[in-house]
């Protein structure tokens, strides 16, 4: 599919026509804030950006920011100390100042290539700096502190000034050491404070959850267990991100948490498309209520786990007030979390496990008897989702239409009980919500194995908002894959197998997207 072709405009309510995105943001580029969003007189109008995404994705891209030569420590099984590195903030902005802490054992000179990442032509990314190579030297390891806290205070190898043309977006440093080549990422986002249609929310607090650097230290150790899921568990984002710890070997995980897994085809696949999108941080949402009234849609991906309060009413607040909201995600908003600021006083850099969003399930504590230990105090995820996390929390099954007459249907062709092989894994959302309007779009039973079921039930949903809006979930975390394969993408494949790329999926997405931006 061509640049032109893709970013054509589907109507949601299925009068498709041929008008493209650009021509339909032109049309609409008259329309005031105050219409736009009446109230809201702390968020800024449009700034003569929304074509932004369609112009950034048309400068030259490059594949150079994919890892070529990675490698593991078999003793650690997850860290790469030849070289490595963390970023002082998850999000920054324009002006702001990032810093980049880098470790090379033994020591070495290495370099920083810094790449927005997005579609630009099939490529994936596009250079935006490079630095000249920095002398390396042995960062000290953090000793275990309390409640298992590994806690990095490495010094800074550069700063940058944010530039201003810098698009909001996800962005990567390939750091490669000079004496055998070896490489990881830092993972940092450009966030903004303009209008957009879409917010895309980044996942990282789910990232840093199943961080286990430098060996077994993630929210899921407690020295006893590695899958413990109980209190008095510390986290820090001032580490590098280890090599993913689940399902499949994914080299580019190294440095880069969980994006390249489960979020970059999605956003790959919308900037092909065209869409006016802006990016932030799970921490944005924690601390920022007010930057989410500035978008029509605001969108999940992937694997979505971890919450604060915070999070939660923010979200739930601004779904109140008219936002929509797509979660294209699984095990959303399942555990929640308590943020703190780190032994030199950044806020929110210290993270741990405090609650579930849900009661008490019997089912669940037989597989994690340490969920006991929690209050279960929290609002039901589901009064926020549609439905929620629910025993027996993993499995995999086809996609399975259950309401064919619904709009996301529309120019699917697809019929009741029709599926998407493989599309839901590996965690998906059941029990869904008695919030009134809410329909079951699709569900169907989850296995272990391909023919053998595990008793789970995943409902995919949709409700409405008090203001015309809608929340969709897609009850699963690998609903991207459907979407597109970028470069260096590795496909999932445990209790089912999703088949990549679907016309299908993708048309839902446009039909799901399009509403999102009304």
């Not at 002082?88 to 070495?108: C, D, K, M, Q, W």
């Not at 596009?126 to 002398?135: D, G, H, K, M, N």
């Not at 932030?280 to 979505?304: P, V």
Request: hydrophobic share 35%; proline share 7%.
């Amino acid at each position: 599919m061509n640049r032109k072709s893709s970013a054509k405009k589907r109507n949601p309510d299925r009068n498709s026509g041929d008008l493209s995105r650009r021509d339909l943001l032109k049309g609409i580029a008259g329309i005031g804030a105050a219409a736009a969003l009446s109230g809201c007189s702390t968020v800024p109008a449009f700034t003569g950006r929304k074509d932004a995404v369609v112009r950034e994705n048309e400068r030259p891209g490059t594949t150079d920011w994919v890892l070529k030569n990675t490698r593991i420590d078999p003793a650690t099984k997850y860290r790469c100390p030849w070289i490595e590195g963390y970023c002082s903030h998850t999000s920054v902005r324009a002006g702001e100042t990032l810093e980049i802490f880098v470790s090379t054992n033994p020591a070495s000179a290495f370099t920083i290539d810094l790449y927005r990442l997005g579609y630009y032509g099939g490529t994936g990314g596009r250079l935006v700096r490079s630095f000249e190579p920095f002398p390396g030297r042995v960062q000290p390891e953090p000793a275990v502190g309390e409640r298992r806290l590994r806690e990095c205070q490495w010094e800074p190898c550069v700063s940058i000034k944010v530039p201003e043309d810098w698009l909001s977006g996800v962005y990567v440093g390939k750091l490669t050491e000079s004496r055998e080549g070896l490489q990881s990422y830092v993972i940092f986002i450009v966030r903004d404070a303009r209008r957009a249609e879409l917010i895309f929310q980044c996942s990282d607090t789910t990232w840093q959850a199943y961080n286990r650097w430098p060996s077994q230290f993630s929210l899921y150790d407690d020295g006893k267990s590695q899958w413990y899921w109980g209190p008095g568990v510390d986290i820090s984002f001032d580490r590098p991100y280890g090599k993913y710890c689940q399902i499949m070997d994914a080299p580019l995980s190294i440095g880069s948490g969980e994006f390249f897994l489960w979020e970059f085809p999605f956003v790959y696949w919308m900037e092909e498309q065209g869409y006016d999108v802006t990016y932030i941080s799970n921490l944005d949402t924690h601390t920022d209520a007010e930057g989410l009234a500035r978008a029509k849609g605001f969108i999940s991906i992937g694997h979505d786990e971890y919450y604060s309060i915070e999070m939660f009413n923010h979200l739930k607040g601004a779904i109140a007030t008219g936002l929509n909201v797509g979660f294209f995600s699984g095990n959303t908003c399942c555990g929640r979390i308590d943020l703190r600021s780190s032994s030199r006083g950044v806020p929110n850099r210290i993270l741990t496990r405090t609650d579930f969003y849900g009661p008490l399930d019997e089912a669940e504590t037989k597989r994690f008897p340490a969920m006991a230990l929690l209050p279960h105090q929290s609002p039901n995820a589901n009064e926020l989702i549609g439905a929620r996390s629910i025993a027996p929390v993993t499995g995999g099954a086809d996609w399975i239409c259950h309401l064919p007459e619904h709009w996301i249907f529309a120019n699917t062709g697809m019929k009741k009980g029709d599926g998407i092989p493989g599309l839901v894994g590996w965690e998906w959302h059941g029990d869904p919500a008695g919030i009134p309007g809410l329909q079951i779009v699709a569900t169907g039973p989850t296995q272990d194995k391909p023919g053998s079921l595990n008793g789970g039930v995943y409902t995919a949903t949709t409700y409405p908002g008090p203001r015309g809006n809608v929340v969709f979930n897609a009850s699963t975390c690998w609903w991207a894959d459907a979407l597109s394969a970028p470069p260096g993408y590795v496909r999932p494949s445990v209790y089912t197998s999703p088949m990549g790329p679907d016309k299908r999926a993708q048309q839902i997405t446009r039909n799901i997207l399009d509403r999102l931006c009304s």
